[in-house]
């Protein structure tokens, strides 16, 4: 029985499952975000473009393309979204295996300065999610910007600035069907990098995302550009 026992217990340290992930092993994420306000409307545009890798180039872990219609309300600066979501995600190491996943979700971003240096953003998002052998599912997250310029007293042209930001995510309901269940908690990312604005319609951040779920961690380098025109 012992001889066994030891048996499964090595058969599992070096089974390639998708739970075992390499966490001291740092992935990349590179990014483009978009945002476009149509003339003399209250409607627009944003969205984003992203691929993941488990490492810095070469073993997927998403590939993930949103966008959604914006409204601006005139009485406050708050902007709501209703977009639409498709995810490829990959397992890590070498299988070439994937899982697809629609979203729809609703958004709203709440813009907030603090004194003359502190550009804070609130960011709540809530998600209906259609994924590959799961029961439908939703999601609820809460994100916290904030940007802090350090060469200019504002986010101008040639500002460098330093960006922070903690996002929370709770899942809606815990059994997804086929005998599958998870934690109401999800997953929670912290970031910590550095932004250049070219010009206000045009920033480069590059920094470090800490990811926790319930079985592993994950450091991850992201690479992103957000664009407005």
């Not at 979203?103 to 999610?129: C, D, G, V, W």
């Not at 460098?160 to 269940?181: C, K, S």
Request: glycine residues 6%; charged residues 20%; aromatic residues 18%.
């Amino acid at each position: 029985m012992r001889k066994l026992l030891l048996t499964l217990g090595f058969c599992y340290l070096f089974t390639p499952l998708n739970a075992q992930i390499e966490q001291s092993k740092t992935g990349a994420w590179y990014m483009y975000f978009f945002k476009y306000q149509f003339k003399n409307s209250q409607f627009g545009i944003q969205g984003d473009l992203q691929y993941r890798n488990w490492d810095i180039l070469g073993d997927l872990e998403q590939l993930l393309i949103r966008s959604g219609l914006t409204f601006k309300p005139k009485s406050n600066d708050v902007l709501f979204t209703l977009g639409y979501g498709n995810i490829t995600t990959g397992q890590f190491g070498e299988s070439n295996a994937t899982t697809s996943e629609s979203r729809i979700y609703q958004e709203a971003l709440f813009p907030q300065k603090l004194s003359n240096r502190f550009y804070l953003t609130h960011r709540f998002r809530f998600e209906q999610r259609f994924v590959e052998n799961q029961d439908f599912r939703t999601r609820y997250r809460y994100n916290i910007f904030l940007n802090i310029p350090v060469n200019k007293s504002t986010l101008e042209n040639k500002a460098i600035y330093v960006a922070l930001y903690n996002e929370l995510f709770i899942n809606g309901q815990t059994d997804i069907g086929n005998n599958q269940t998870v934690q109401l908690f999800d997953r929670n990312r912290t970031y910590l990098g550095f932004g250049y604005v070219l010009k206000p319609s045009m920033k480069f951040q590059l920094g470090w995302m800490n990811q926790k779920t319930v079985n592993w961690g994950k450091a991850q380098l992201q690479l992103s550009f957000h664009h407005s025109f």
